[in-house]
């Protein structure tokens, strides 16, 4: 079963403008992740941030985790064309060897020129 | 190519037939993952294996379904007797774990299974 959701299921920007996703999730974790996928491939993996973290920039990707809300967001700033893409988070459980990842129903996002 | 690669990338068969996928993680990775991801959906888990060791099973691996990962290198997926209902793209993922437990997945381009 999906572990959680994301919010919006869908999303259609222009290029240049910023776009955020959510993700809810249930239970306790030891980290979460946001994944790419590209119609019909596999996933690329973005970004990780620990379950005593709060923040985490990596380029244009910022990642927040709030675990009192057991809830992360995603913010893709400037936004490209090439961006387009489904966005899933992913859940590590609490564990003490993390091992499989939970995923969420994902967000489409759609980048015009 | 050093990435997590499957083997076919899209199969179709015919109801009752049985199928068998491969998976060639990264080969530094003790950790392999199979994922099942039905259109419109996220990946669902399968199984794990660490090393050669099938550790943990969905309620989702019926037993039609059967992975083997013999000494701990590439695996296999096999899917007795398939059913419309067994048409998904079937995901492999391989990962190592760090300091601190976490385990970054690297997944491979899946296997399109359509069952006829």
């Known amino acids: 079963s999906q572990q959680g959701e994301e919010d919006p299921q869908a999303l259609s920007i222009q290029e240049g403008e910023n776009a955020t996703m959510n993700c809810s999730y249930k239970?306790?974790?030891?980290?979460l992740q946001w994944y790419r996928q590209n119609s019909g491939r596999g996933l690329v993996h973005l970004i990780l941030?620990?379950?005593?973290?709060r923040e985490k920039h990596s380029g244009r990707l910022r990642v927040t985790l709030d675990t009192s809300k057991k809830s992360s967001s995603l913010l893709i700033t400037a936004s490209r064309a090439a961006d387009t893409a489904s966005y899933f988070c992913?859940?590590?459980?609490?564990?003490?060897?993390?091992?499989?990842?939970?995923f969420g129903t994902g967000t489409r996002l759609q980048v015009t020129l | 190519d050093t990435g997590v690669s499957q083997d076919p990338r899209h199969k179709i068969t015919k109801r009752g037939q049985n199928v068998t996928f491969r998976c060639d993680p990264i080969s530094e990775h003790n950790r392999l993952y199979w994922y099942r991801q039905t259109l419109g959906q996220g990946p669902e888990f399968l199984t794990y294996?660490?090393?050669?060791?099938?550790?943990?099973k969905s309620r989702l691996l019926s037993d039609r379904f059967s992975a083997e990962r013999p000494k701990g290198s590439f695996s296999t997926l096999e899917i007795q007797r398939t059913e419309q209902g067994d048409s998904a793209m079937y995901l492999c993922a391989s990962s190592t774990v760090r300091t601190g437990g976490d385990t970054e997945a690297f997944f491979g381009q899946g296997t399109r299974l359509t069952v006829v």
């Open positions: 992913a859940t590590a459980p609490y564990t003490g060897t993390a091992s499989k990842l939970t």
């Open positions: 941030i620990r379950s005593n973290e």
């Open positions: 294996f660490q090393n050669e060791a099938q550790l943990e």
């Open positions: 239970t306790s974790i030891n980290n």
